[in-house]
């Protein structure tokens, strides 16, 4: 718990009516000990305009807050090129909304046969380390099927171990410890649509405990 946390760029477009409004300072650095739950979730929140893809991954409750205050990001710092990739807002359902799980069923094809299995994880000493080189960063939002279900989940590198292997992926699905290069099958590790919809998200109950893979 602090009440030292970091606050987006200074300089970002001004905001179109409609769009989800971004945490004012005073209220980001109330004095006293604020409350996260850390719960990723891939939403769309209403920027410039328009509706944009991101990644949720802190809901925060400031010190005396009614109010609960959520940290998006929906591009890559390193290629933002000037432009905000992040922000703290505060939470409001109709700005800010979840985008649905791949409800599709699994494939007929090996090797589903009708049923669903997860990502397969390749071994570190095959995948080599998970810093990867320019030629091989990416940044893509993509949902990803682990632990019998889907996860939120961020995919920054893309690599291929040797001639004849198959592509493989470097996937978070919370926080570091929720990683792993995993085979680059688009059926299990598919990127983000471009076009979802959905209801509301619901800020986190009363009380509700650290968990990165929940849903809020």
Request: overall charge neutral; proline content about 13%; hydrophobic content about 40%.
């Amino acid at each position: 718990m602090t009440s030292a946390v970091p606050f987006s760029r200074p300089a970002h477009p001004a905001p179109v009516p409609g769009d989800a409004e971004r945490a004012p300072r005073e209220l980001m650095t109330l004095p006293g000990a604020h409350r996260d739950v850390r719960r990723w979730r891939l939403v769309e929140i209403r920027q410039g305009g328009r509706w944009r893809p991101g990644l949720l991954t802190v809901w925060r409750r400031p010190p005396g807050s009614a109010v609960w205050v959520v940290h998006v990001r929906w591009a890559d710092d390193a290629t933002a090129d000037g432009i905000d990739a992040w922000g703290w807002f505060l939470f409001d359902e109709h700005r800010i909304r979840p985008l649905p799980e791949p409800d599709n069923p699994a494939p007929a094809h090996e090797p589903y046969y009708g049923t669903w299995r997860d990502a397969v994880a390749v071994p570190r000493e095959l995948a080599g380390p998970p810093t990867a080189t320019p030629d091989e960063s990416c940044w893509r939002l993509a949902w990803l099927r682990t632990g019998g279900g889907w996860r939120s989940a961020l995919v920054t590198a893309r690599r291929r171990p040797g001639p004849g292997l198959p592509w493989i992926a470097y996937a978070r699905w919370g926080e570091d410890k929720d990683a792993a290069w995993v085979i680059a099958d688009d059926i299990v590790v598919r990127p983000l649509p471009r076009t979802e919809h959905t209801a509301a998200v619901t800020p986190p109950a009363a009380g509700a405990a650290r968990d990165e893979t929940a849903h809020p």
